[in-house]
């Protein structure tokens, strides 16, 4: 009954059955790394005190939603494919790993800018120009690593797409994933690389993947409309690119 909590896609028919040990474990972590991010885990004393942890409603809220993101998608990988080889094993591993080990280097730097934003005291307020570099570094690393994680993954499920009888639809919402995520990975490169010279133009690169997302969804709808049209005998040659 758990795997249909979330009805499945359209255009991709979930392969996975019930929920498996591994995804347990790995919601597990999830649950665990959100539960670190909170703000406080005792009542506040005084109105001083709720206040204070008011104030980090915001950035909780920014790193939940991105912990978030990374579980749906993990979790939308995992249906869609139901893989627990070896190496898909290793992969989820090394993402939990990952997760758990920065989500205090997130909450502290969200924290931090919000602080800014809000004219606040935050942990940033004596940071030189040099931790801030390192702190946008460790985090572009960060960013980068999850995404490159989800492109070995569904390179390696488009690898198996004989095995896995996917349609000429599915191979190109597989193919169109790697992309997108290679394009996370792209954002996290670039925001390191700038960060060593202008940490500020780190952070606001990151606005870019919407634009990255509108661009490329508007080609991959197109592309999409086309194959569902083509959906006909003649068009069967199609799966075997």
Request: proline residues 3%; positive net charge.
């Amino acid at each position: 009954m758990g795997h249909h909590a979330i009805l499945p896609e359209k255009d991709f028919r979930w392969r996975a059955g019930e929920i498996t040990r591994l995804e347990a474990f790995c919601d597990i972590v999830f649950g665990f790394a959100i539960t670190l991010l909170v703000v406080s885990l005792e009542v506040p004393r005084d109105y001083a005190e709720l206040m204070a942890d008011l104030r980090g409603f915001v950035p909780f809220a920014i790193c939940f939603s991105q912990l978030i993101l990374i579980w749906y998608n993990h979790y939308r990988f995992s249906r869609r494919f139901g893989l627990e080889d070896t190496y898909t094993v290793f992969l989820n591993v090394v993402l939990v790993f990952l997760v758990l080990f920065y989500v205090y280097p997130l909450k502290f730097l969200f924290t931090g800018l919000f602080a800014q934003l809000s004219g606040t005291t935050g942990p940033l307020d004596h940071s030189t120009l040099h931790e801030a570099s390192v702190l946008m570094r460790v985090y572009a690393i960060g960013f980068a690593a999850v995404f490159g994680l989800f492109v070995l993954m569904y390179r390696h499920a488009y690898k198996l797409r004989d095995q896995l009888q996917l349609t000429p639809l599915e191979r190109l919402i597989t193919r169109t994933a790697i992309q997108e995520n290679l394009g996370m990975v792209g954002v996290g490169l670039l925001s390191f690389l700038l960060a060593f010279r202008h940490p500020a133009a780190a952070g606001w690169i990151y606005s870019g993947i919407g634009i990255f997302f509108w661009i490329h969804g508007s080609i991959t709808g197109k592309r999409m409309r086309l194959l569902r049209e083509s959906q006909s005998p003649a068009g069967e040659e199609y799966s075997r690119h």
